[in-house]
């Protein structure tokens, strides 16, 4: 198949059809900040941190769930885009309750690195919090609401890569959070294999195992991703005996 | 030249903030050259004055003297910055934000834990202990903050380079790897 | 029977029956009529009827909505070779003393009687509200001695279905729902993909505050959806049909799955229709109350049980739809003009309304309006017309001030604009949209920010939680728009909140987060000195905020 080429913030790139502007993006060296997308596992374009401008559509768009095409001209890092970047971060921070002094993920949380990289520094504004209880039901792991970002990477890592679809989100808007087995304790999922795939996508603090203090914690995060492409490697060694 | 007035001030925070600015070391002897410390929870000193350069805050706003003291901070100084994650989001200290009514939460802590010393609750109309808010405020929800610096605590260098910048007229820019929340 | 000689059969039957009667006794059994007690009326008419034994000479119907709903129960007295007659506030007294009266003396009633010369009904034109008040939605008989379903023999029997989507495209008629995309080039669309599972679905997922357009389109005329569906299938080569109805409109539901019923039983939907090859079935499918069900791609994972959430377009529903098929989902009212269009022409048609909005549009009329109820009227008219001739000025003798147009999506017309024309585009143009027809009249008493608020809460509690802007947005502006309100925010939140606007406005997922800006940003256009007098000094800001914002805390952790 012929490869298609763009133009992403001003270089040249050469990609192949189906890929991402995200994708592409990455080879040549520019990173285009986003919370939900994960290699390995389908697109949902919901955390909108990814949006870029491209030439010719009247509203920015997702760049992870943004074909490439010929003669694309991809603005990823604009004033506009920056701007409501960090204020999407802010609201991050003003939905949930983000103490990262006292959380597992403490400088391995990818919501923290985002934001001082993006540059927030505080949050605008900080309404009344929702008062979300943890799950602790499970005996090796932990779900805390309150720093779940919603981004869904445990869900489609679970159901996808694992083929258990334990998770899945109940609650609409403001109260909408991860429900294990459609809304039983964690614990007493019984399609949970207990893999802790889960937990080794989340960006944040929101799953961790237990036992683990404040900053202790140590993700994998590329675990799904070297399953998926091993899995891939694999099939196509089937193909061609 | 006249050394600046700078004060530091300890609203509802573990006073982990000036503990990392007294991590400055020997830096904080140049410092002492340059500003005079006009009011500090490490000096002797009653009523936060007037004309004060730049104060830096310390700590979330928990309780009615918290909220006292940050107004007048912010009528007596020129620059007031959010002196760490309590006064930058709230942070531990707004923890308890969720949980809803500090009434419950002072009954459990001084009356109903296992741990309690005399039973009794508090009585903030005697003037001893203040009055807490019903929801634990980041300062910029109170005041006007003019600069931020986060941190958990911010480390000795973020604020060297912070008070640095504040010194010479300048808004610090911290670099992203030193302006991490945590 | 399966062709249209047994069609045009049971027409003539129906009519010569309803002939043989004298009077007919119309009495409005739609639901704003029924909450005001329309069945105690009926029962009371009925009742003396039969005291007076005039059973064979009189019929009493219990119709579809007759429009004038702040006015019920209505009852219309229809006599041959006399003037129709209505009445409005009808309770089981006056029906009785219109049976006396009217039905056994033919002395109408003085009191309680209503002009059909009213402008209320003369400035409406009616394509899709045609047989409401007309006829009795539970007998599909009433439906055809009214012409129903021949539009659909006809195109089926004589016409390609080419030649169904054409008079479509040249009819100028655009989606009802809200966005106003033509309906030809959708239906044009499904017919070229390729596939043997294509299907087309009805959205009855109406959920604008106040509305309520297309409950009573499949309430009291449900067959119309149904042939509208069935042309829109045959003009696409669908098969089958969804019509999704939210479970807030069970009697809704109830009709429409009579209908299914009763058309499957005359052969009008099913195998072999019209002894052609053409198959058309329909099922419902219920919602469960999520307002952004409403959006395409939400509603059809609802109908395939996940949980109804937008995804990301593209591909469009025409391209992967239902079960990765190409569908294809129009609006209730957009369907309901079909038959019509089918049976008077695309050139009929396109003599109504303006260049770009062809046709009609019905609203729901609500607010501070002497009248209040279901209207259909041509697009073009003005909002004057509407609001001083048919709405009969504001209650009261008070000021108008603003109309809201298009629900939680679109925005508010203040009294400077009150000559636009009510349009697509010229709404548009005032930052506003058409919507699905919500159209609500605010008097000089209501205050803007609040009803930003209002408008603001409910985008929040409908957000799906998808997307970040969308439910962290809709959550923090109606925050700021509480704290505007209650008199607690600065002049820094006020930017924040145009701030937040924006973002959501331009980053969200779906058309929900992307509208749910829009009452506040035309609340903030053409009434900003209301907000700005509502912004207070920081410091008292602050020591509001310290009191209250505690206490909500508390409330919302209770």
């Known amino acids: 198949m012929p490869g298609v080429s763009l133009r992403i913030d001003d270089n040249e790139v050469d990609a192949s059809p189906g890929e991402s502007v995200m994708q592409a993006a990455v080879r040549v060296g520019v990173k285009v900040p986003g919370l939900c997308q994960m ?36 603005h990823t890092d604009t004033e506009q885009l920056r701007e409501h970047r960090k204020v999407l971060l802010e609201m991050l921070f003003a939905e949930g309750q983000h103490v990262c002094a006292v959380c597992v993920a403490n400088g391995a949380c990818e919501l923290q690195t985002l934001a001082a990289q993006v540059g927030v520094d505080h949050a605008n504004f900080t309404p009344p919090p929702s008062r979300l209880t943890m799950d602790l039901s499970h005996p090796r792991f932990g779900y805390d609401p309150s720093r779940c970002v919603l981004c869904t990477r445990c869900v489609r890592a679970c159901a996808e890569v694992e083929g ?25 999922a019984e399609s949970c294999t207990s893999c802790g795939k889960c937990v080794s996508v989340c960006p944040t603090g929101a799953m961790f195992e237990k036992g683990t203090s404040v900053g202790q914690r140590r993700v994998k995060r590329a675990l799904v991703s070297t399953l998926t492409s091993r899995r891939e490697r694999e099939s196509a060694r089937e193909v061609l005996k | 030249m006249s050394k600046a007035r700078v004060a530091t001030v300890w ?26 410390l006009v009011y500090s929870p490490i000096a002797d000193v009653k009523a936060f004055p007037e004309n004060v350069d730049v104060t830096l805050v310390e700590g979330a706003v928990a309780n009615t003297d918290n909220l006292e003291l940050l107004k007048e901070v912010r009528e007596r100084s020129k620059v007031v910055v959010a002196f760490g994650d309590c006064a930058v989001h709230g942070n531990t200290s707004a923890m308890r934000n969720p949980l809803g009514d500090p009434g419950e939460l002072v009954a459990e802590a001084y009356r109903d834990a296992v741990t309690k010393l005399h039973g009794e609750l508090p009585n903030p109309e005697n003037g001893v202990v203040p009055a807490l808010l019903p929801r634990v405020l980041p300062a910029h929800e109170v005041v006007h903050i003019d600069a931020f610096l986060p941190g958990c605590p911010p480390s000795a260098e973020r604020i060297r380079i912070a008070v640095e910048a504040l010194l010479a007229g300048e808004s610090p820019e911290l670099a992203p790897e030193l302006r991490r929340f945590g | 029977m399966s062709n249209g000689v047994d069609l045009f059969d049971l027409s003539q039957k129906e009519r010569e029956a309803q002939a043989a009667y004298r009077r007919h006794v119309l009495c409005c059994g739609s639901t704003a009529c029924l909450s005001g007690g329309a069945q105690a009326t009926q029962d009371a008419i009925e009742a003396e009827i039969k005291e007076r034994g005039l059973e064979q000479d009189v019929r009493v119907v219990a119709t579809g909505c007759m429009g004038l709903c702040s006015r019920g129960p209505l009852v219309k007295v229809r006599t041959r070779g006399e003037d129709d007659v209505l009445y409005a506030d009808v309770d089981a007294d006056a029906g009785r003393r219109i049976v006396d009266e009217h039905v056994a003396d033919g002395q109408p009633v003085a009191d309680g009687q209503l002009s059909l010369q009213h402008p209320f009904f003369a400035r409406q034109e009616r394509v899709v509200l045609e047989n409401m008040g007309e006829i009795d939605p539970n007998r599909i008989e009433e439906y055809i001695a009214r012409g129903g379903y021949r539009a659909l023999r006809d195109a089926v029997t004589t016409m390609t279905p080419a030649g169904v989507i054409e008079v479509v495209q040249r009819s100028g008629l655009r989606g009802r729902g809200g966005g106003g995309y033509p309906a030809g080039t959708k239906w044009g669309l499904l017919a070229k993909a390729q596939s043997d599972h294509k299907t087309v679905i009805a959205n009855g997922d109406e959920g604008d505050p106040g509305a309520y357009m297309d409950r009573t389109v499949m309430e009291d005329d449900p067959h119309r959806v149904l042939e509208g569906m069935a042309l829109a299938a045959y003009a696409t080569g669908a098969k089958h049909g969804y019509i999704y109805v939210r479970a807030e409109y069970p009697v809704a539901v109830r009709r429409l799955e009579q209908a299914i019923r009763q058309a499957k039983r005359h052969k009008l939907l099913g195998k072999g229709l019209f002894g052609t090859e053409f198959e058309f079935n329909v099922e419902i499918r219920i919602g469960a109350g999520a307002f952004v069900c409403g959006e395409e791609t939400a509603l059809m994972a609802s109908i395939m049980g ?23 989902i129009n609006n209730v009212e957009t369907l309901a003009n079909v038959p019509t269009i089918l049976r008077r022409g695309a050139e009929w048609f396109a ?11 019905v609203f729901a009329l609500a607010g501070k309006l002497e009248n209040t109820g279901l209207i259909e009227v041509p697009m073009g008219i003005t909002l004057r017309e509407i609001v001083e001739e048919i709405g009969g000025g504001v209650a009261g003798g008070k000021a108008f001030k603003a109309a809201q147009t298009g629900g939680p999506s679109g925005g508010c017309i203040p009294i400077k604009h009150i000559d636009t024309s009510m349009d697509y585009d010229s709404l548009l ?37 998808k997307c970040l802007p969308c439910r962290a947005g809709t959550f923090e502006m109606y ?16 930017a924040r909140l145009e701030t937040l606007c924006d973002v959501v406005r331009t980053d969200s997922l779906c058309g929900l987060g992307q509208t749910a800006p829009n009452p506040v940003l035309s609340t903030l256009h053409y009434f900003r000195d209301e907000y700005e007098a509502r912004v207070v000094p920081d410091t008292v800001a602050a020591a509001v905020a310290a009191d209250a914002g505690g206490a909500s805390a508390h409330e919302r952790s209770a």
Not at chain 1, 45 to 54: I, T, Y
Not at chain 1, 169 to 186: K, N, S, Y
Not at chain 3, 354 to 360: A, E, F, K, L, V
Not at chain 3, 479 to 484: K, Q, R, V, Y
């Open chain 3, 479 to 494: 925050e700021l728009l509480d704290a505007i309100c209650e008199g607690r925010a600065t002049a820094a939140n006020l």
């Open chain 2, 11 to 36: 609203l509802a925070g573990c006073s982990g903030c000036h503990m990392s600015f007294l991590d400055l070391d020997e830096w904080l002897i140049e410092l002492s050259q340059l500003v005079d």
């Open chain 3, 306 to 328: 996940q949980r109804g959430t937008p995804v990301l377009r593209p591909p469009y529903p025409t391209e992967r739809g239902l079960w990765g098929e190409p569908s294809m």
């Open chain 3, 429 to 465: 143009a005032l930052g506003s949209i058409m919507g699905s027809g919500g159209l609500i009249v605010m008097d000089e008493d209501v205050a803007m920010p609040e009803v930003a608020r209002f408008f603001m809460r409910f985008c929040m509690d409908e957000s799906c939680g």
């Open chain 3, 351 to 361: 003599s109504i309304g303006t260049d770009t909005s062809r046709g009609t549009k």
């Open chain 1, 164 to 188: 258990a679809f334990t998770w899945g989100v109940a609650g609409r808007g403001r109260e909408a959070h991860l429900v294990a087995d459609l809304g039983r304790p964690w614990g007493e």
């Open chain 1, 39 to 74: 290699d390995g596992v389908s697109v949902v374009g919901a955390c909108r941190l990814c949006m870029v401008e491209v030439a010719g559509t009247p509203r920015p768009r997702p760049a992870c769930a943004t074909p490439v095409a010929e003669a694309m001209d991809v």
